[in-house]
T-cell receptor, first 114, second 112 residues
């Protein structure tokens, strides 16, 4: 596609429910990144994919968070048993190859846990 | 963990004035990038400067990099209302971990 597409753009969920956030990167971009941004804060790295594999999952905050990428394209970030502290904007970015390449970001998913 | 620290946290200027913001980082880098974010949504890449470069220009943007001081600056000249946004520096570490570490950002408000 022309840009990085994320869905849904907004998600309100009840505490304890599971949510899935989707990212559709730019076609041909092999590297895909998930970040989280809490209100007024910087970006917190969550996970990085090179193709379908995730060499770096170091930023996932707990085992309630998981992500996968299939076909070297679409990625899904799943949060199980959501907590109020999970409320944030979840940003996905892709780049042509990993390393020394600018990222193209999606518009993010604003997650609100009530 | 956040590698970059931007300074100031917030900046308010009159249209036509220049805006300067600084970024400091802690470890050796391959490159440093600046991004702009409007309305708390997706970030837009502005400029990338490699560790062996000292200065780079793009339109009204000027970026400097001082690796000895582990710092960078972003200058926006002749600011416009449309420049109102948050600006983030991001560093790619020299250990080739291929992920960018972002600072907390500088919020710039340009008054008409």
């Amino acid at each position: 596609g022309a840009g990085v597409s994320q869905s849904p753009s907004n998600k309100v969920t009840e505490k304890g429910k599971d949510v899935e956030l989707r990212c559709d990167p730019i076609s041909g971009h092999t590297a895909l990144y998930w970040y989280r941004q809490s209100l007024g804060q910087g970006l917190e790295f969550l996970i990085y994919f090179q193709g379908n594999s995730a060499p770096d999952k170091s930023g996932l905050p707990s085992d309630r968070f998981s992500a996968e990428r299939t076909g070297g394209s679409v990625s899904t970030l799943t949060i199980q048993r959501t907590q109020q502290e999970d409320s944030a904007v979840y940003l996905c970015a892709s780049s042509l190859i990993s390393g020394t390449q600018p990222y193209t970001f999606g518009s993010g998913t604003r997650l609100t846990v009530v | 963990s956040q590698q970059g620290e931007e300074d100031p946290q917030a900046l308010s200027i009159q249209e036509g004035e220049n805006a300067t913001m600084n970024c400091s980082y802690k470890t050796s880098i391959n490159n440093l990038q600046w991004y702009r974010q409007n309305s708390g949504r997706g970030l837009v890449h502005l400029i990338l400067i490699r560790s062996n470069e000292r200065e780079k220009h793009s339109g009204r943007l000027r970026v400097t990099l001082d690796t000895s001081k582990k710092s960078s600056s972003l200058l926006i000249t002749a600011s416009r209302a449309a420049d109102t946004a948050s600006y983030f520096c991001a560093t790619e570490g020299a250990t080739n971990d291929y992920k960018l570490s972002f600072g907390a950002g500088t919020t710039v408000t340009v008054r008409a």
